[in-house]
């Protein structure tokens, strides 16, 4: 995958064809928030409930959840401050090792990202449907029709991500205002119920008899699910305006924010909702916007759907950089690591992942994956958690503008231990599948990557193709450096 290409740079009229820094604060912080603010807040309550029994333990695992994510993402805040380079855990994990990094691009392709993107367009074309339709999810809505509308909302998406970086930006500031605000509407409705004397749900909060100590470890992997996100933004390192500030500062804003929100949120739900009602609901938000907005409910379900979209435009923006920095590592083909002599957007990486996405909309076994590679999620993570002191040891002359307590990253790396161990010994049949899913890249690497001299007819039919396919998309390679380490 490492074959050299031509450049076409003499068909560059004026200026530099590379990916410009113009992600801002605000940018950041709609990115954090925009991704881990999805489908989960609107699911995960019901989940974390069943497998909790009471009240007051689904608001601790909402609590613990929260802190856990926090001490993560500060972490990833300290190795995005310190390594200049896009990428995100798949640069750090390919300093660690080059096998390590291209693994974790070989599972976000398969699943680890895909997935996630699939299953958040057909959340968003159910919610879409159930607002005109009635409040039945889009349950009502023939399957084709819901899988034909995601497909056009992953379009759209796809679309507006190679077509324009500053319309991309916007649009992930919009969407998440817009989520948010649609909480603040729960949270206050909530409140207003819960200081109207609407307490009941609270009587005997930590009941003994009624909790489920042994489903805890399924009610943290929902609590995680609904934080899940805080580790994308590293993944657009080059093109964050004073990244040494912005991304631990957009990073502590954000996970403050997001707990605030959801915490207040899942109280909210159980002020006007009983937990028998909410374990009894189909789709939590719903019934809770029909029971405090009336005529109005409708503008949930679109909030819902909204949520969804901008999750899944804020992970694109930064997975296709790390699809982008793959292919400039040697890693993945070379046209992936392309720019639009126009657009000044990473085209090929921004739609490789859409051929993919349609594949999974019309197969059934699609959230089978995500249990399959669920466990690998969080080895990778921890991995790269644990490169913090290791970092610090190997590289000390690194400047770091951000430095989180040494305790932390060990603290963390003990967690994520954990939710490995309990995804095997909860699902053992999935978590084998999951890593014969993950060793299967060990010889796509080995021949793709590692083997440097691959016989000549491979070499010219992908120089040929990707001669075509920079013709057909007008990409060339970067041509100014946008990184200083040398890492």
Avoid at 340 to 354: D, E
Avoid at 387 to 414: C, D, H, N, S, T
Avoid at 425 to 434: V, Y
Avoid at 468 to 482: A, D, N, R, S
Wanted: aromatic share 12%; net charge positive; with cysteine.
């Amino acid at each position: 995958m490492n074959v050299p290409t031509k450049s076409t740079s003499e068909h560059i009229s004026d200026g530099k064809v590379h990916l410009v820094k113009q992600v801002t604060l605000l940018d950041c912080i709609a990115l954090v928030v925009g991704v881990i603010i999805g489908s989960g807040i609107f699911i995960s309550p019901k989940g974390i409930l069943a497998n909790t029994g009471t009240v007051g333990w689904a608001l601790v695992i909402w609590v613990l959840c929260g802190v856990f994510s926090c001490v993560g993402a500060l972490c990833y805040a300290e190795l995005g401050a310190t390594i200049d380079k896009s990428g995100g855990d798949y640069t750090y994990l390919r300093i660690l090792h080059p096998i390590l990094g291209f693994l974790r691009a070989w599972t976000m392709i398969l699943a680890v990202r895909t997935v996630p993107w699939t299953v958040l367009s057909i959340t968003a074309a159910k919610y879409i449907t159930a607002s005109m339709n009635a409040a039945t999810c889009g349950d009502g809505i023939p399957k084709a029709a819901t899988q034909i509308l995601a497909g056009c909302i992953l379009v759209c998406i796809m679309f507006v991500n190679c077509w324009s970086v500053r319309l991309t930006r916007r649009i992930q500031v919009i969407f998440t205002v817009a989520k948010v605000l649609g909480l603040v509407i729960i949270i206050i409705s909530g409140l207003s119920a819960l200081f109207a004397g609407h307490t009941s749900s609270f009587d005997n909060a930590f009941d003994p008899d009624s909790v489920t100590w042994v489903q805890f470890p399924k009610a943290l992997y929902s609590g995680l699910f609904a934080y899940s996100g805080w580790q994308y933004l590293p993944q657009v390192t080059e093109e964050i305006i004073n990244p040494g500030r912005n991304i631990p500062l957009s990073i502590v804003i954000s996970m403050s924010l997001v707990t605030v929100i959801y915490i207040l949120t899942n109280i909210a739900y159980f002020a006007v909702l009983t937990p028998f009602e909410l374990l009894a609901s189909d789709a939590v938000v719903v019934t809770f916007s029909q029971r405090v907005l009336g005529p109005l409910w409708w503008i949930m379900p679109l909030i819902v759907a909204m949520s969804c979209i901008g999750s899944v435009n804020g992970g694109l923006f930064g997975t296709a950089r790390m699809f982008f920095v793959a292919s400039r590592e040697g890693q993945l083909p070379n046209i992936l690591g392309m720019i639009h002599v126009n657009r000044k957007t990473p085209l090929p990486a921004a739609c490789f992942a859409l051929p993919i996405c349609f594949i999974m909309l019309i197969t059934d076994d699609v959230y089978a994956l995500i249990n399959y590679l669920s466990f690998s999620r969080w080895l990778f993570v921890g991995i790269c958690v644990g490169a913090v002191p290791y970092f610090r040891w190997k590289y000390p002359q690194l400047e770091r503008p951000f430095k989180v307590p040494i305790a932390l990253p060990f603290l963390f790396m003990f967690c994520a231990l954990f939710m490995v161990l309990s995804s095997i010994l909860a699902a053992s049949k999935e978590f084998a599948l999951g890593l014969i899913i993950t060793c299967a890249g060990i010889p796509v690497y080995l021949i793709f990557v590692w083997w440097k001299n691959p016989p000549a007819c491979i070499g010219d039919g992908m120089n040929t193709a990707t001669e075509f396919l920079q013709k057909m998309f007008l990409v060339v390679p970067q041509e100014v450096k946008t990184f200083k380490s040398n890492l």
